[in-house]
């Protein structure tokens, strides 16, 4: 396949993760001794920006931190990374965003404090997306607010640049924001959300729901549902299949849908490949990154995958 070295542009949260694993859930007042914790780079919008990157695409990125040492931290991590740092406006009002992924044997949940992402500002978005012309394909995520979200997807509309959407959170998610979408990438929480259900209980729940939702936004190119253990599914115009996800012993779970998006845009965006494609080789991406500790240090790169 031949590559065209095409842009992608990825807006979106740059957060700062307290990351903790715990043996088990702790009793109200207690205090817990936990097996594991670190301070990592992360947000949505900064770990798909890197899987792209790792991958080997072009990529640019927008966001917004404080001026603060953890707004500092992240633009060193984004420069260590390869990134351009002149997407990122720093905010000298608002905090940089935190995060408190908390993993146990039995459960993964994350606290989250958006800070700076939700003062990103249409004004500053308009003129990076601008600058950025060339690009082929738009990732965006619900952790900035939703008026730069429905700029650059109504940017990218007007530009021929495809839409990935994460709808995570899915609160944040208009529908406005749907309809402007090409492709939309929920999990099993924000699948039922979209949809008015409870959480499948198996593949064939999920399978409907997907399906459901594909079904009531025809503008859509793909649904493409993450499924944890059990892979992924995909609703499209090149036909709807299941793929099962290589079995692992999960060690955090943070960046795995990140990891996931960044694959198939690569895999959509620079490689041409068709939607399964992209699919296969984001169930691959999202599986290896959940065998990693920490969000940055989970997402693959391109020797990851192939020698995996």
């Known amino acids: ?11 979106g949260s740059l957060i700062v993760d307290f990351y903790v694993r715990v043996p088990r859930e702790p009793r109200d007042g207690e205090t817990l001794v936990v097996q594991d914790a ?25 966001g917004r931190v404080g001026d603060d040492v953890f707004g500092k931290f992240l633009r060193a991590a984004i ?10 406006a720093v905010d000298d009002q608002v905090p940089t965003g935190t995060a408190l992924p908390i993993a146990g044997p039995d459960h993964h949940y994350i606290l989250h404090v ?26 965006l995520q619900g952790e900035v607010n939703r008026e730069v979200n429905l700029v650059a997807a109504l940017w990218a509309k007007e530009h021929g640049c495809m839409v990935v959407l994460d709808p995570a959170p899915t609160e944040a998610i ?5 309809l402007l979408a090409d492709y939309v990438t929920p999990n099993l929480v924000e699948l039922a959300q979209l949809t008015g259900s409870d959480p499948a209980r198996n593949v064939s729940e999920a ?3 997907t399906d459901g939702l594909f079904a009531r936004h025809s503008q859509l190119t793909a649904v493409m549902a993450t499924l944890g253990p059990w892979g992924a599914y995909v609703a499209s115009r090149q ?7 290589r079995h692992v012993l ?12 960044a694959a198939l845009a690569v895999t959509l965006a620079e490689e041409g490949g068709t939607i399964r494609q992209a699919a296969e080789h984001g169930v691959l991406a999202g599986t290896y990154a959940c065998q990693i500790s920490g969000a940055l240090p989970s997402i693959p790169a391109r020797n990851d995958l192939a020698e995996w």
């Open 1 to 11: 396949m031949t590559r065209s070295r095409a842009k992608i542009i990825v807006m």
């Open 79 to 88: 420069r260590r990374e390869g990134l351009p740092v002149d997407g990122i």
């Open 207 to 209: 399978i409907f729901q």
């Open 114 to 139: 958006p800070g700076a992402n939700q003062a990103l500002r249409t004004e500053e978005v308009s003129a990076q997306l601008e600058r950025q012309t060339d690009a082929k394909m738009i990732l």
């Open 250 to 261: 999960a060690q955090d779970t943070t960046a795995a849908g990140d990891a996931f998006n």
């Open 38 to 62: 670190g301070l990592y780079a992360g947000g949505k919008g900064l770990n798909q920006a890197v899987g792209v990157r790792r991958l080997g695409a072009k990529v640019y990125v927008i």
């Open 174 to 178: 208009s529908e406005d924001l749907l």
């Open 239 to 245: 036909g709807h299949f299941h793929l099962e996800a």
